[in-house]
């Protein structure tokens, strides 16, 4: 076995991918270029982070379980004044400094005005940053919490919704989450409060969130946590995709 076998081995199993791969080719150009050693050594870790980066990325997007990348460049912000009076404070949110923060953003407009857009736009960004994402309805949060009690491990279900940096809880309002539900939905937003960041949409002004949980003080207790340290954004108009088709 020569020794740049026996480097490649050892590299390998140091889980040192880039550097295998990329190895060779850089002795052969160090050579050609009469490059030191420090400079080739940097130049394959420099690789090497590469790699991992993109890997850390790659993985980022399994767990945010969502498909679609959406970039704030094809927001069309001239739709509505609403989107134009908060163009910069949308931008602001691209910045993720909310989520350094631990403070909550809410989304509220009528169907079509860009919330979910928005929120795919943010959780896209915070993915690319390699931050934890997990992006969910609020009613498929909701019925895997009521089949996670159901069979006993409530505890390791919450521990998932509770975990990520960024969780985005989308569409609350579309259909009532009932007393068990309610109570559910108190749990994740109670052990998230002031420790990590949650972006919710919804169609209903906070007045009307006793249409979604189970009683009023339920969910005064709900709003009162999430308008605590929020942006709230209210976007208004007609639907974005009745004008696309």
């Known amino acids: 076995m020569t020794e740049l076998d026996q480097l490649k081995e050892k590299l390998a ?6 550097m295998v791969q990329n190895l060779e080719v850089a002795i052969r150009e160090a050579g050609e270029k009469n490059l030191g050693i420090l400079t080739t050594l940097n130049r394959l870790a420099d690789l090497e982070i590469e790699r ?3 890997n850390a990325i790659k993985l ?6 969502f498909t679609e990348k959406r970039t704030i460049d094809q927001f069309d912000f001239d739709h509505h004044p609403s989107r134009k009076e908060q163009k910069t ?3 602001n949110l691209l910045s993720l400094e909310f989520v350094k923060e631990h403070m909550d953003v809410i989304l509220i407009g009528n169907p079509g005005t860009g919330k979910t857009f ?3 736009c943010i959780a896209t960004a915070a993915c690319n940053a390699n931050l934890k994402v997990l992006f969910t309805s609020a009613v498929d949060m ?3 919490l009521i089949a996670a009690e159901a069979d006993h491990s409530l505890l390791k279900k919450l521990e998932y919704y509770q975990s990520p940096a960024l969780l985005v809880c989308d569409e609350i309002g579309f259909l009532p989450l009932g007393q068990q539900g309610s109570n559910l939905f108190f749990q ?3 052990a998230r409060h002031q420790k990590k960041s949650t972006l919710l949409t919804t169609n209903l002004a906070f007045a009307d969130w006793g249409k979604i949980f189970d009683s009023t003080t339920v969910a005064t207790a709900i709003a009162d946590r999430l308008v605590h340290r929020s942006e709230v954004l209210i976007l208004e108009g007609t639907s974005y995709r009745r004008k696309q088709h």
């Open 188 to 190: 994740v937003i109670s």
């Open 13 to 18: 199993k140091l889980q040192l991918r880039a």
């Open 142 to 144: 909701i019925n895997h």
């Open 89 to 91: 404070r949308i931008l």
């Open 52 to 54: 991992r980066w993109l």
């Open 118 to 120: 928005l929120a795919q």
């Open 60 to 65: 980022r997007w399994e767990q945010a379980k």
